[in-house]
Each structure stands twice: as C-alpha cells, then as structure tokens.
C-alpha cells in the first residue's frame, strides 16, 4: 500500500547537536511538506517543496534545513540554531499544487531534546 | 491574511450524541475546505472536503457544508462512538495563499461510553 513512512518515531538530541527526520512516499506525489505541532496547538509549516530540487520556506523555517534531491524523499534537518526543537513533527504529501488537494501525513516523529 | 477558527474544546458527549464542531474561515479567492482526524500518537488523516460554496463532504457517518454566506464548514455526526475521540482540525487551501493548507488549532473530541 502506498503511503508516507517517517523515521525515527522518536528522536532525542543533545543540546547543540543537528538531527536529521526522515519522510519518504512512494505515492507519487509531487508535494511535500514539514509542520511542527506543540501540545494543544496546530500545526505549523516549516518547509514545503512543490518538485524536486526546489523547496520554499513556510512560517517558522528558521532553525531547520530540508533538501528535495528526490521525488520520494524530503528530510528534515533540525539544527542546533533552533533554540526550541521539542515538537512532533509531522511530514505530508499531495499530489500537486492546487486547492483540491487534501494531503497525506506520515505518523510522525517525536523530537525530544536532553 | 488566511485563517480558520476552530472551537475551543474539548469537547465531551456520550456514546450516540449528536455532534457538532463549529468552523469559520476568513479567505480570498475560492478556498477549498477540508476536516482532518488526528488519533493519539499518529498523524492527520483525511476526513472529508468541499471544493466550492454549498458542496457537501461527508465520510464516516461525518458531513460538513461549504456556507459561503457564513464562511463556515461545520463538521457533524449524528451519532457518536467512543472509536470517535481524536482531534479534529478543520483547514484550509486557496490559490490567493500559495495553495498552502492553514489548519485550525483543533478540537479535542471525548466520547463515553
């Protein structure tokens, strides 16, 4: 079955150290996306990536790197300029740009910071 | 600017209930609309959308109304199970925003038994 797949699930970090998430779909989708969701609160875009080899910044990019060297694979890196890092953060994909499209999310990972 | 206001919740009902969790959306140009469920630990799935005005999106017993008038897609379900706790969020997408989705900030769902 087609789907996203984000790895690790859980994630924890050293203070001042990067960490990479990783979201990969093999529903031939060309959208993809990165949001941050802190408890009891929405969800927040990060970074999104209409083709391969191109990606924009969303709302809160600044802490985060991505790359979209792939179709099917859209990391996350989280990097130690990100001064809050603990978050679920949660990957999706649609299958174009445009206003129809709903999107399909992976289950998740959970970055916690030590 | 684009937004969705969703319910405060949680919002608590017995088995069977009726439900309702009221949506209102502030948007130009001609968004589409869409509910998401969110089960504890997992990601957003899904539910249902509406592409135009008076469209209705219904899936698993759940239906919402595209109400261009009130700027509003209220999610409904006549009758509740407790399978149904989860938060739902209600969102957004139009070509006047980059066809980015904004998304509510969800409502918390408990059902007993």
């Known amino acids: 079955d087609g789907g996203i797949t984000q790895s690790p699930k859980y994630l924890f970090r050293k203070e001042g150290q990067n960490v990479t998430l990783s979201c990969e779909q093999n529903?031939?989708?060309?959208?993809m996306y990165w949001y941050r969701q802190d408890p009891g609160q929405g969800l927040r875009l990060i970074y999104y990536s209409q083709i391969v080899n191109d990606f924009q910044k969303g709302d809160i990019a600044e802490g985060y790197s991505v790359s979209r060297e792939k179709k099917e694979s859209f990391p996350l890196t989280v990097t130690s300029a990100q001064k809050n890092p603990t978050a679920f953060y949660l990957c999706?994909?649609?299958?174009?740009?445009?206003?129809?499209?709903?999107?399909?999310f992976g289950s998740g990972t959970r970055l916690t910071v030590v | 600017g684009n937004s969705v206001t969703q319910m405060e919740g949680p919002v608590t009902l017995s088995e069977e209930a009726f439900l309702t969790i009221n949506c209102t959306y502030t948007?130009?140009?001609?968004?589409?609309l869409f509910w998401y469920v969110q089960y504890p630990g997992e990601g957003l799935q899904l539910l249902l959308k509406a592409t135009k005005a008076d469209d209705k999106g219904s899936n698993k017993g759940f239906e919402a109304t595209y109400r261009k008038e009130t700027t509003s897609f209220h999610l409904e379900k006549g009758s509740v199970q407790v399978s149904d706790s989860a938060v739902y969020f209600c969102a957004l997408s139009s070509n006047t925003g980059g066809f980015k989705t904004i998304f509510g900030a969800g409502t918390r769902l408990f059902v007993k038994a």
């Open positions: 529903l031939n989708h060309d959208a």
């Open positions: 999706a994909s649609s299958m174009a740009t445009g206003t129809d499209y709903g999107y399909t």
């Open positions: 948007a130009t140009g001609y968004p589409s």
